[in-house]
């Protein structure tokens, strides 16, 4: 047998039931206490051929799911919610998730409607007021109602007591998952979805507990429901109750229509009125502070963006590992909270595109199992569509094709049966004609007729039509006056068999009727007989009636008695139904009246006696409460113990309460105010003694006083506290004082110690902060002796540093050059290489390291310089050659490219420079013998000078051009062509310098006098 947690199951399971998606099985079992437990394990169906979530997978989160909704009913329970369950235990185990409640013995509404137990107007109160009462309670602690009402999860208690009586519990609520988070905006339409599925959930009880019968789903009845007998059993209730039942199956039901908290009202729990008043209070009070939290929600949009952020990001990763309900729950969400988000919006296009993918995979599925007439395995790719998409019409139409296929295999199933039932007939007719059984054999051929005929089995209906004819012959030849005495004394006997049941009206036809075939037949014995029958019968009519009437008026009378709410009134009925009941001279009646009548007499008496008693109550109650105002504990304490004296006569449990919490209270006053005056004497003494202890200066003791009488006087509300709560601050600033003082001795003591053994080891270094730290903390204190052996450890240890430091900073400066000197030789740095060696030598001179240091330094400067040297001589060579090419002095640029190949013979840019300036060269001697040309000419020319066309006239000799005045051209025209040239060719070559144009501007000026001449 399985076990779970510590419960032992035992024999086999109580009950197992398939249900769409999961197996649910009870088990019977022990703990150990004594007690019988009931376990129900819940176990999510695998669904093999679809592809959805991973079914472990899915069958953990139902398990999960399931597991949530117990929590939730443990929840509620556990905070004095009514009519639900306990949950004593929950878990996990191999069999699938389980809880443990009690066991009852008289299970649920389901069995009793199974067995037909039938219900009157009260069982149906009692019913609907725990179903309601649960729900409430359920909706108060998490926010929304069970959502999972159904008479499998309603059990009855106890193990007697009439069904009206009998207390409901309610088991396993459905888990709505992250949407019941309170902070979640789907909460409000959750609760509304949640009850109206409750709300159809009790119509639905009510309708099954009337009409005795089962329904498996909504399709079991037709809405709105007709009345019928069962309904007119309820009595003058009925047409009431097949209202309220028609008003919760009722779809479209309006915002005002009835509402758990209605149906509570209306039908209270007995002796659970005041509880269940709290409950519907609580409720509301819920549902103010819910619209509160939403307002405060609807203000702070900071944390609506960070929860719709959320949800977004929940809703892609549930997405991406293909958990589509959970994601589309919090797209939904998401949405909820910022409506037309472009992003939320395309997640959720995401979702259902996944969503409509799995849906129609599930109902191509099932196509193809239903064209293969493969209905169970058609039935359950259906339950996998309508999980992903509930209410498609594709799969109401499947499910449609399904229900014909099976009604068709039903039908031939029928037919198989009435064939069989056929041929059973046609062989008792048979059987009966061989017996000369004429009746009989007619009958079953008879009988056997239609069948043939709706079969459509000709053969059998011709054996039929001739076995019955053949019957009907062989009756037929008897005698017709026999057939006619057999019928007259056949409705005699008729007539009496009815008139055994009352059934007057028959038995009178009946005799009538045999009168007549008598009268026909002139049997003068059958006529007497049938008129003195027909003569008693209509006296044991008339009898009936009265007596009927004179007993439907006693059952009203004692009905209308038992619920009058008036005691006089209800005295008065029985007293009738009694006189009744005596003219009946029925034993059982004056029995019952009598009882009645007994009962509410003595209860009209109770009445009385109950009013004066309540009166009273509340008079001491008050007197006491005036005494207790006044510190009057002890008459508040008389007057109380009499208020819960009369309380408990009258057996009211509530008010005995009251007066003993009443009493409480007064009995804790007396003994407060008894301690009070005890107290402040205390008071007194303690301060006292903590004066007494501050001037010792104890101030372990005074503080230990000043804070007992601190607390006195807190406890007092007594002005003293102030004295107090000061005396205290000196004690304990006192005490910090002196234990800050020790603490700093024994730290400057400890740090003493430590110097004088790091100078045992010659840690003079650390020794000197020893001692300068004990110092420090040695002066905060008043005695001055440690302070003088700090100073003196100081002084000494400084000695020994000082004696140490210098050779221990040769040896640092050494080492420190070295390491240096050694570091720039590696980064080639030569000169401050040989710098640190000094160094090195200069705190260690002859050391042979930094000797040989230095001297390879040395070297590697030398061949370094060398380099550099050969480096800058041909950078300046490449530099000043190319000046030199620039200003056309090809000489120099083609020995400063010389020099630099002699430096670096293979360098492409001095060789460039090389031809370059060869070629310089070569055009400038080109220039050269062009330049000496014009140069001759300009120097003939300024040799030459003319005057006018005609003659030699010389110029005056203090003339501006007489210098010039010693050649002479042929003609002026000559002269001017040839300036001309000269100016054109030097300004061409870029050889017109000052000199040659002021030589040539000086033969302009010479032309212009001439053309004034």
């Keep these: 047998m399985p076990t779970f947690g510590d419960y032992h199951s035992s024999g086999e399971p109580v009950a197992i ?19 019988e ?24 989160d139902r398990g999960l799911e399931f597991l949530a909704g117990i929590k939730d009913l443990k929840k509620a329970q556990a ?159 009925g047409d009431r109750w097949l209202k309220l039942c028609n008003q919760l199956l009722n779809a479209n039901r309006a915002a005002d229509a009835v509402t758990l908290e209605s149906l509570a009202k209306e039908h209270t729990l007995a002796g659970g009125g005041g509880k269940l008043l709290l409950i519907l209070t609580v409720v509301g009070v819920v549902c103010l502070v819910g619209g509160g939290a939403y307002a405060l929600k609807v203000q702070s949009s900071k944390r609506n963006e960070a929860n719709f952020q959320a949800d977004l990001t929940a809703a892609k990763q549930a997405l991406g590992v293909t958990n589509l309900f959970e994601a589309q729950g919090k797209i939904k969400s998401a949405l909820a909270r910022k409506p037309g988000d472009k992003d939320a ?98 009958t079953d051929f008879d009988k056997a007729l239609p069948l043939a005929a709706e079969l459509e089995d000709q053969a059998a209906k011709t054996r039929a039509q001739e076995g019955s004819k053949r019957a009907a012959d062989m009756l037929n030849a008897r005698s017709a006056e026999d057939r006619m005495r057999a019928e007259a004394d056949g409705l005699v006997a008729s007539a009496r068999a009815a008139a055994l049941t009352n059934g007057w009206t028959e038995a009178t036809d009946f005799l009538n009727r045999s009168l007549t075939v008598a009268t026909t037949l002139k049997d003068s014995e059958r006529i007497n007989t049938a008129n003195n029958e027909l003569r008693a019968a209509k006296t044991s009519q008339a009898k009936y009636l009265s007596e009927k009437k004179s007993r439907d008026e006693f059952v009203d009378w004692m009905t209308r008695g038992k619920a009058a709410a008036d005691l006089t009134t209800a005295t008065n009925l029985f007293k009738r139904a009694l006189d009744r009941a005596v003219e009946l001279k029925d034993t059982g009646y004056q029995a019952q009246a009598r009882e009645a009548l007994r009962e509410a007499e003595a209860n009209l008496i109770a009445s009385a006696q109950k009013d004066q008693a309540a009166k009273n109550y509340r008079s001491y109650m008050s007197l006491g409460a005036a005494a207790a105002q006044t510190n009057g504990w002890s008459d ?44 402040v004497k205390q008071l007194t003494g303690l301060i006292a003694q903590a004066g007494q202890a501050e001037v010792a200066k104890l101030w372990d003791s005074a503080s230990n006083y000043f804070n007992q009488a601190l607390a006195l006087a807190g406890q007092l509300n007594d002005g003293r506290a102030k004295d107090a709560r000061a005396g205290l601050d000196r004690a304990v600033a006192a005490m910090k004082l002196q234990a800050q003082e020790k603490q700093w001795q024994a730290e400057a003591q400890a740090l003493v110690g430590q110097g004088k053994a790091a100078a045992a080891t010659n840690g003079w270094s650390a020794a000197k902060d020893f001692f300068a730290q004990a110092m420090r903390l040695a002066e905060k204190l008043p005695e001055r002796t440690l302070l003088s052996q700090a100073d003196a450890e100081y002084t000494k240890a400084v000695a020994q540093l000082n004696a140490e430091i210098t050779a221990q900073q040769k040896q640092a400066a050494y080492t420190g050059a070295m390491a240096e000197a050694k570091k720039k030789l590696d980064a080639r740095e030569y000169q401050l290489a040989m710098d640190q060696a000094d160094k090195a030598l200069a705190s260690k001179p002859g050391d042979l390291d930094a000797e040989k240091l230095k001297a390879d330094a040395k070297q590697k400067l030398d061949v370094q310089i060398a380099a550099e040297t050969r480096k800058r001589q041909f950078d300046t060579a490449m530099t000043e050659g190319n000046a030199a090419y620039t200003r056309r002095e090809y000489p120099v640029a083609a020995e400063k490219a010389r020099e630099a190949l002699a430096l670096q013979p293979d360098d492409a840019g001095a060789k460039t420079l090389q031809r370059n300036a060869k070629a310089g060269l070569d055009a400038q001697a080109e220039d050269s013998k062009a330049y000496k040309d014009f140069n001759d000419r300009l120097a003939n020319l300024m040799k030459q000078f003319s005057v006018k066309k005609q003659g030699a006239t010389v110029l005056p000799e203090n003339s501006a051009e007489a210098p010039f005045a010693k050649v002479f051209l042929p003609t002026l025209d000559q002269f001017q062509a040839e300036s001309k040239y000269l100016r054109a060719g030097f300004t061409a070559k870029g050889w017109l310098d000052a000199e040659r144009k002021k030589c040539l501007d000086e033969l302009d000026k010479i032309m212009k006098y001439w053309n004034t001449q």
């Excluded at 235990?89 to 809880?99: C, L, S």
């Excluded at 396993?172 to 409750?198: I, R, S, V, Y």
């Design 79 to 237: 905070e004095g919610g009514a009519c639900l369950s306990p949950v004593h235990d929950f878990g996990i185990a191999d069999e699938g998730a389980w809880y443990a409640t009690d066991f009852y013995s008289r299970s649920n509404l389901k069995a009793w409607i199974t067995r037909r137990g039938g219900v009157d107007s009260a069982g149906l109160r009692n019913v609907v007021a725990h179903l309601a009462a649960g729900c409430l309670a359920l909706k108060q602690s998490r926010g929304y109602s069970h959502g999972n009402l159904k008479v499998s999860n309603a059990f009855r208690v106890g193990t007697k007591g009439k069904f009206h009586q009998t207390p409901i519990l309610l088991t396993d609520p459905f888990p709505a998952g992250p949407a019941h988070e309170l902070d979640n905006p789907n909460l409000e339409l959750l609760a509304g979805t949640m009850e109206a599925q409750d709300l159809r959930g009790i119509g639905e009880i009510i309708l099954q507990l009337v009409e005795s019968r089962l329904l498996t789903s909504s399709e079991d009845y037709n809405w709105p429901i007709a009345p019928t007998p069962a309904w007119k059993a309820l009595g003058k209730d």
């Design 37 to 60: 437990y009931a376990i129900k394990v819940f176990s999510a169906r695998r669904r093999g051929g679809v592809r959805a979530e991973s079914p472990d997978a899915l069958a953990r």
């Design 17 to 35: 039931t398939d249900e769409r998606g999961h197996i649910s099985t009870v088990w019977r079992a022990q703990k150990g206490d004594g007690r």
């Design 345 to 442: 919006v395309a997640v959720e296009s995401e979702i259902e595109a996944h969503i409509n993918r799995e849906f129609n995979n599930a109902v191509q599925s099932a196509d193809a199992k239903l064209t293969s007439e493969k209905l169970d395995e058609a039935e359950k790719f259906l339950e996998v569509a309508e999980k992903w998409k509930p209410n498609q019409p594709s799969v109401a139409g499947m499910r449609k094709q399904i229900s014909d296929l099976r009604e068709k295999e039903k039908l031939k199933v029928t037919a198989a049966a009435k064939r069989g039932e056929m041929e059973r007939l046609l062989s008792a007719g048979d059987v009966a004609i061989s017996k000369s059984l004429w009746d009989e054999a007619r």
């Design 636 to 679: 508040a304490i008389t007057q109380f113990n009499k208020a819960a004296g009369i309380a408990k006569g009258l057996q009211d449990q509530e008010q005995v309460a009251k007066a003993e919490a009443e009493l409480s209270k007064a009995q804790a006053g007396l003994e407060n105010w008894n301690k009070l005056q005890s107290s």
